[in-house]
Every structure is written in structure tokens, then in C-alpha cells.
């Protein structure tokens, strides 16, 4: 379990660092696809029950996890830029409200509360 943790420690020390350089606090860092790995990291293996509330259909969802065996962060973060990408004409407060509306659905609302403490 802890030897695969290097990685994932390291994605979140250069997460936090870029949130720090962020002049409006939160805003749209949270839908780069930095910040969208650092959801990922934290979703862990539920992140389907997420991605599916965010409008991702089940075979869309079965498609990644073919392509990405094993991989459950990849996966889940290729699920949510996916919907990100989707969202391109839509304001990030919008994005920003459906993801925490996703995330409070599926009972990751503590998710939601230490994204918006950093």
C-alpha cells in the first residue's frame, strides 16, 4: 500500500504549492487538471459514484477502466477532466457548484470542506 504513495505525495505537495499562488483563493484551480488529480487522489475507489453524479455514463465510466487497468487515479482523473471538457462553455462557478453538489451526494462532502481550506 505504501510503496505506491511517492507519487501521490508528490502531486499533492505541487497541488498545494500551486494553490498558494493563486491570487483569488479557490476560484477555477480546483478544474485544472492539476486540481482535478488532486480530487482524483483523494476520491479513491468510489470515484465512479462521483463521475456518474457529474453526468459520465456507465459505459463511458467502463471504457476508462479498460484502458487504464489498475490505474484508479488515472482513471478517475480522466473521468472528471472528461467532464470538465464537456463543461467548456459553462462558467467555473458553475463547474465548481456541480462538482460540490457530486461530491455531497456521494457523502465526499469532507472532501469538498479541505478543498476549500487550502
Request: aromatic letters at 8%.
Amino acid at each position: 500500500f505504501q510503496d505506491g504513495m511517492g507519487p501521490h505525495i508528490i502531486v499533492l505537495k505541487e497541488f498545494l504549492a500551486s494553490l498558494e499562488d493563486m491570487v483569488d483563493g479557490m476560484g477555477s484551480g480546483i478544474l485544472t487538471d492539476f486540481g482535478l488529480m488532486y480530487v482524483a487522489a483523494r476520491l479513491g475507489a468510489e470515484w465512479s459514484l462521483v463521475v456518474s453524479h457529474l453526468g459520465l455514463k456507465q459505459a463511458e465510466i467502463e471504457q476508462i477502466q479498460l484502458d487504464n487497468p489498475y490505474k484508479t487515479i488515472n482513471q478517475t482523473s480522466i473521468a472528471l477532466q472528461k467532464w470538465r471538457d464537456r463543461q467548456k462553455e459553462r462558467a467555473d462557478s458553475t463547474l465548481l457548484k456541480q462538482l460540490f453538489d457530486a461530491l455531497d451526494e456521494t457523502d465526499y462532502k469532507s472532501l469538498w470542506d479541505e478543498i476549500e481550506e487550502k
